[in-house]
């Protein structure tokens, strides 16, 4: 039996699109805020971490030819993501070693990367929380969905947070390196936070990703003090 997703306030708002065949859901409390992203693909659609359970959101999913894949990038992004597994019928991906916060589901769960398609791969890049993961989507030049391992700053920015829960921070900041060594400008345009989106100030994504991550300053990182 389904569990039955709760009805949308009139201040409500449906997903809006970021980039072509990609939206953003509003952020969600049951995330503490998190965005979650829905890619529309004739191999299958991902939804990337869970928006908020509610008719208007199963909606748009069910408009667009429903869920194939959802994506957990960390585990605080689960949500309510047995109720969507339910309604929809899709496939979780989640890094095996947060799958068992998910008991009594199928789980496909990985080790290192798992390549779903030629357009689409999903790294893992631990340090937030054990099993911190990335999607990345090879068309629009290249667009990485980085959960909670890489956030706006107020300026904008893209940076990596450390805050009181983090799992690991110099292997954070490692893994921030390995993306900077795996990708180019060439291959990576976008980043498209799973946090902090209020910073972005309506731009939606954050542009020259590549180019903005290759300024950051490891050694200074590496001393900041978390914040609570």
Same mark, same amino acid.
């Given at each position: 039996?389904?569990?039955?997703?709760?009805?949308?306030?009139?201040?409500?708002?449906?997903?809006r699109?970021?980039?072509?065949?990609?939206?953003? %859901?509003?952020?969600? =409390?049951?995330?503490? @805020?998190? /965005?979650s992203? *829905?890619?529309?693909?004739?191999?299958?659609? &991902? $939804? #990337?971490?869970?928006?908020?359970?509610?008719?208007?959101?199963?909606?748009?999913?069910?408009?667009?030819?429903?869920?194939?894949?959802? %994506?957990?990038?960390? =585990?605080?992004?689960? @949500?309510? /993501?047995?109720? *969507?597994?339910?309604?929809?019928?899709?496939? &979780? $991906? #989640?890094?095996?070693?947060?799958?068992?916060?998910?008991?009594?589901?199928?789980?496909?769960?990985?080790?290192?990367?798992?390549?779903?398609?030629?357009?689409?791969?999903?790294?893992w890049?631990?340090?937030?929380?054990?099993?911190?993961?990335?999607?990345?989507?090879?068309?629009?030049?290249?667009?990485?969905?980085?959960?909670?391992?890489?956030?706006?700053?107020?300026?904008?920015?893209?940076?990596?947070?450390?805050?009181?829960?983090?799992?690991?921070?110099?292997?954070?900041?490692?893994?921030?390196?390995?993306?900077?060594?795996?990708?180019?400008?060439?291959?990576?345009?976008?980043?498209?936070?799973?946090?902090?989106?209020?910073?972005?100030?309506?731009?939606?994504?954050?542009?020259?990703?590549?180019?903005?991550?290759?300024?950051?300053?490891?050694?200074?990182?590496?001393?900041?003090?978390?914040?609570?």
């Open positions: 039996m389904c569990s039955l997703p709760q009805q949308p306030s009139h201040t409500a708002k449906s997903p699109p970021v980039l072509d065949s990609i939206f953003a %859901f509003p952020p969600n =409390r049951d995330t503490l @805020g998190g /965005t992203y *829905f890619i529309v693909r004739n191999e299958g659609n &991902i $939804l #990337i971490d869970c928006p908020a359970l509610d008719q208007m959101n199963l909606d748009f999913l069910r408009s667009h030819g429903g869920v194939r894949w959802l %994506f957990i990038t960390h =585990r605080g992004a689960i @949500g309510k /993501t047995p109720e *969507f597994q339910q309604n929809l019928g899709c496939e &979780i $991906l #989640i890094q095996e070693q947060e799958a068992y916060l998910l008991p009594g589901l199928t789980v496909n769960n990985f080790s290192q990367e798992i390549t779903l398609t030629s357009t689409v791969q999903i790294i890049t631990p340090g937030h929380s054990p099993g911190s993961s990335c999607l990345y989507y090879s068309e629009l030049g290249g667009v990485l969905f980085s959960g909670r391992h890489l956030v706006p700053n107020q300026q904008g920015e893209p940076v990596p947070l450390r805050t009181a829960k983090t799992f690991h921070w110099s292997r954070q900041l490692k893994n921030v390196q390995s993306l900077l060594d795996r990708f180019t400008p060439v291959t990576l345009e976008y980043i498209c936070p799973g946090a902090n989106t209020g910073f972005l100030r309506g731009q939606r994504v954050i542009d020259q990703a590549y180019k903005r991550l290759a300024v950051l300053d490891f050694p200074t990182l590496l001393q900041l003090q978390p914040i609570l």
